[in-house]
């Protein structure tokens, strides 16, 4: 149990699917992260949620859209992706910035 | 922004070997952590060292923050020590994003 849980663990879908990765924790952390891995490609920041508000856009294209309802989810709505998007999707939980990052175990993408 | 640079990139080692893994950044840090990512993709935290020296079983690490640069010590590696190893860092420098290094790959032999 690592306290950052990630739905579903692996996703196929087309081009012009819709679809949303799901991440929960349960470590009572204020800050939530997406993270991307390419292959052979150093892990990129896409999105930061402090206390439920977006705190940083890496310069993500518009198809991916991040939802934080809450503390505790975090959402990442996919729309019309692009096959250089398939790659592993992380999401972290911190209890603040400078505080350690705990990873969830990942959604590995694939779009045909 | 912050540049974090691991090295080496792969390394091969037999299993009961001992290894030394370096991460060196670019700027002043607040925080610094290994991960660990094994072949099924989890990252695992090892150790939050935003200075000093920490243990963890068969796995140690130093963070000098003044001559930016950290160690982590792999002792009487085992094959589940496969996988890769990242440092990542925070740093003021860097908007207080974390930022990873481009991994160390180790590949422990039986």
């Known amino acids: 149990e690592t306290g950052v849980t990630q739905t579903p663990r692996h996703l196929v879908m087309g081009m012009t699917n819709k679809k949303s990765l799901k991440c929960e924790q349960h470590l009572g952390h204020n800050a939530m992260y997406w993270y991307k891995q390419s292959a052979k490609k150093p892990l990129e920041l896409m999105f930061v949620y402090s206390l439920e508000e977006r705190v940083e856009n890496n310069s993500v294209p518009s198809r991916f859209s991040p939802e934080c309802p809450n503390s505790s989810h975090l959402f990442l709505h996919l729309h019309t992706l692009q096959p250089e998007d398939s790659a592993l999707y992380l999401c972290?939980?911190?209890?603040?910035?400078?505080?350690?990052?705990?990873f969830g175990d990942g959604t590995r993408l694939s779009i045909l | 922004g912050i540049q974090v640079e691991q090295s080496p990139p792969d390394l091969i080692l037999q299993e009961g070997a001992n290894s030394t893994l370096r991460c060196n950044f670019s700027?002043?840090?607040?925080?610094l952590q290994w991960f660990h990512q094994n072949p099924w993709g989890q990252l695992i935290n090892l150790f939050y060292?935003?200075?000093g020296t920490k243990q963890n079983g068969r796995l140690s690490a130093t963070t000098v923050a003044t001559e930016r640069y950290s160690l982590l010590y792999i002792s009487s590696s085992q094959t589940t020590d496969s996988g890769v190893y990242f440092c990542a860092v925070e740093a003021w420098a860097a908007g207080n994003k974390l930022t990873f290094g481009g991994g160390t790959r180790v590949l422990v032999k039986p």
């Open positions: 700027d002043s840090v607040n925080n």
């Open positions: 060292i935003p200075s």
């Open positions: 972290a939980s911190s209890q603040g910035y400078n505080q350690p990052q705990h």
